[in-house]
């Protein structure tokens, strides 16, 4: 079984440019999630999809980031204009469907995308 | 928004038992505590899960306290390659769904 994918693995970009994240879920995983780690502080929660629905956004930090995911499959974070506090790694996971409301779901997660704003 | 609280860093002999702990004095009876780990250049690996009781899998102990206050995770022969970020995790009910909150994570470092 494939693990979760990202792409790119790294990005330089200057201030003011945009860029597109990719993460491709375990296949059969509805639930997606994106988090981040800026420098020096924890990973922190962005999102939260089940299937293409958004359940969770509240850890977006601001409307110059923009998740999608569109039929359900994979995912894209989206960052426009990219801004030097953006610099990071963008962590996606995924997990199979809550069974219910004390069921635990063990989330995978992929390699990251490095993102650095000069 | 952390509710856990981790040492920043910990030393382990080879083969001995690494025991790292974790401060989630804050967590709601219903939230579980996760333990992941990140090695360099990786995504946080999954290591093992509990709510209240003591939990064993292939890869480490997990002990939980009576008043889940704390929790310790065991890793009972550690090796080099277990050199890596801990991360002490709660899961919390959030908006209908579950987030993991991350704590800042303890580098272990194995020696020979």
């Known amino acids: 079984e494939a693990g979760v994918t990202q792409f790119p693995s790294h990005s330089v970009i200057e201030k003011g440019q945009t860029v597109t994240l990719r993460c491709d879920p375990i296949?059969?995983?509805?639930?997606l999630y994106w988090y981040r780690r800026v420098m020096g502080k924890e990973i922190k929660f962005l999102l939260h999809?089940?299937?293409?629905?958004?359940?969770?956004e509240s850890g977006m930090p601001n409307n110059r980031f923009l998740a999608e995911r569109t039929g359900g499959t994979y995912s894209t974070l989206k960052v426009q204009p990219a801004e030097l506090e953006d610099s990071g790694v963008y962590f996606c996971?995924?997990?199979?469907?809550?069974?219910?409301?004390?069921?635990?779901?063990?989330?995978?997660f992929g390699p990251g995308t490095r993102l650095t704003v000069l | 928004d952390a509710k856990t609280t981790q040492p920043t860093s910990m030393d382990c002999a080879e083969g001995r038992a690494a025991n790292l702990p974790c401060n989630h004095s804050?967590?709601?009876?219903?939230?579980?505590v996760y333990w992941y780990r990140q090695i360099h250049s990786q995504g946080p690996q999954y290591i093992i899960h509990?709510?209240?009781n003591n939990e064993t899998n292939e890869m480490a102990s997990l002990i939980i306290t009576e008043d889940r206050k704390s929790s310790t995770l065991i890793l009972p022969h550690a090796t080099l390659r277990d050199t890596a970020v801990y991360y002490c995790?709660?899961?919390?009910?959030?908006?209908?769904?579950?987030?993991?909150?991350f704590g800042t994570g303890t580098r272990l470092k194995v020696l020979a």
């Open positions: 996971a995924s997990s199979r469907l809550h069974r219910g409301a004390g069921g635990t779901d063990t989330q995978y």
């Open positions: 296949s059969g995983h509805d639930n």
């Open positions: 999809f089940v299937k293409e629905s958004k359940q969770d």
């Open positions: 804050t967590i709601s009876g219903n939230e579980y």
């Open positions: 509990g709510l209240k």
């Open positions: 995790i709660v899961r919390v009910r959030h908006s209908g769904t579950y987030k993991y909150i």
